[in-house]
């Protein structure tokens, strides 16, 4: 299959993340600093607004953190300012068009030879427009709307530097001369730490009408890193914007998603289930509630047991003087329920040993997503003791626990114990609950059940061209947060009956294609032949093709004149947003693109 080329027009949206800071720039030449910068983590930088140099421009326009796009004529005419075109004989020749990118490093001198005696000296990059760290943004295309552009730098451990220069080299005096004392306007800088985010496809699946397949349904998430949530990631999918996601279906963008449903486990989940029998649990809960421990216990897990999904399994672990694994992985909730009605109460509490047996026994097992629950009603009073070297073992399974204190008291021994379950609970990205009724109880285990099943997929649903019968189809799921792209990997579908339809799970094969630009390259909004513009070049001879990534980074950069009526591109070039600049003579087109 192979890699495909797209033009894009998206509208750009933000997502949430960790640590915004936002700052306001004078265009004074004064530069103004950011916080500290973690060495590292990737920071979105978003820079809009607008800015004059010159006294005309009262409401403060001509000039945003790209591009110089408007100058009074008088400046022009009074040679304060070079024109966008000079007369040589007959011809007019151009200059400095507009708009002009601050990061262009040509010089020019004007007036210029042809039609006076040189004063000034002008470069771009030298002397004009924003920077971040001293340097400009790339050439991202001209945004006269909202004036608004956005760039991924990655921290360095030091302040991010932003500043707008003003200046330019006087050639009499032989010296560069600040121009600020004129300028108006400001621009507006937001700070964002990103959260790594992966897509993911979860499972896919057909629509049917009167037996032919008429829709895909795909179960899938976008997932951030949350430090605080058990599982440390979060589904941001239930709160994105419906237009930033897109279905590659087949090669074909398809932006138009009829739905999304959210809050529907797909993932299966196993859960370790550890409960004390220890003599104690005979008692009642506490004072307030009477209900016998080892009763409440029973029922409120009996719950859990029964609302657990078909996909979902656990297994049972009881502990007393002993530990024993009551019932083995299942998800058969007959034999969990009959495990946990058949025990007794009775002897000493060997929490530890028990919580490090579930551990290890969960550990062997591949499901993605898997839990421990641990009731205790009292302290730990068998070996192993609470150590250091214990809390080191319970770390490395990277496993979160869920403790259930039943019924604890504020004596001295059970408050420490209760200490160490926080311990756990921190070291596990887990839970303590403190539970004094049966009520309270069965609350705690729904709280539970719940929480343990918010990172599942959700359904997005999508109306498909055609999926003709014993036809393959790829199928990529596309999401457009910012200035980037990010994508699934490729899964294929088969198309059959609709009884008979199959999902086969990414290959790694699929996704490791090399890129080309060939004959067609496609807007979403129209379509357009590169071989078509290059054919309409004014000066084929001066004219160039450059591909950079969103950070400026230069990746190809060729003549026209060497370039055949095809185009290739062997930077094997990975999945996201590029711009692309065709350059002819002193004209630039500027166009991003979708590689996928």
Known sequence: MKKSIFILAFFI????????????????????????????????????????????????????AVYVYDVPQEEIDQFRWPPQKIKVGNLEIPFVELPHWVGDDKTWDFPPPQIGFPKFRLNFRKYTGFRIDDEPLPMFPFNPQTHRYQIEKVGTGQPFKFQILDSNYNILLETIVPRYEDNCGELKITIEEVTKTDIQICDVS?????????????????????????????????????????????????????????????????????????????LPISVSDTTIRMVASKNAISNFINNLSDKDSAFIVSFSD??????????????????????????????????????????????????????????????????NDLKITISKYNIPVYIIALGFSNEPEEVKARQIMDTIAQITKGKVFDVYSASKLDSVYREIQKEITLEDCCNIYFKVPSCEKDSIKFIRLIYAPKDTILLTKVIKLKCADCSKLSFVPPNDDDNQKQVSLQHSIKFIDKDIDLNDLISKLKYPDNSYLKIFDLTGKLLYNEKISNIKSTLYFHNNMSPGLYVLQLIDGTETQVFKFLVY
């Not at 009167?210 to 990631?233: H, N, R, Y």
């Not at 709160?239 to 009829?258: A, E, N, P």
């Not at 530990?323 to 058949?342: C, G, H, R, V």
């Open 322 to 387: 002993d530990i024993t694994l009551d019932q083995d992985i299942t998800n058969d909730k007959n034999l969990l329920n009959n495990a946990i009605n058949s025990l007794k109460p009775a002897d000493k509490t060997k929490f530890y040993g028990a919580l490090i047996f579930a551990l290890n026994h969960i550990s062997k097992n591949p499901t993605p997503n898997r839990f421990v629950i641990a009731l205790t009603d009292g302290i730990n009073n068998l070996d192993p003791e609470w150590s």
């Open 206 to 282: 057909t629509i049917c009408e009167d037996g032919k397949p008429i829709g895909i349904k795909l179960d899938a998430g976008v997932f951030v890193e949350d430090t605080a949530s058990i599982k440390g990631k979060r589904n941001i999918l239930p709160s994105i914007d419906i237009h930033q996601l897109g279905i590659i279906f087949d090669g074909s963008i398809i932006c138009d998603i009829d739905s999304i449903v959210c809050n529907i486990r797909t993932e299966k989940i196993l859960t370790g289930i550890v409960i004390d029998r220890s003599g104690s649990m005979s």
């Open 13 to 64: 949206f933000s997502f949430s993340l960790l640590a915004t800071e936002k700052i306001t720039l004078k265009p004074d030449g004064v530069p103004v600093y950011s916080q500290p910068t973690d060495t590292g983590k990737k920071y979105l930088i978003t820079i809009e607004g607008t800015y004059s140099m010159w006294p005309q421009f009262t409401d403060c326009h001509g000039v945003d």
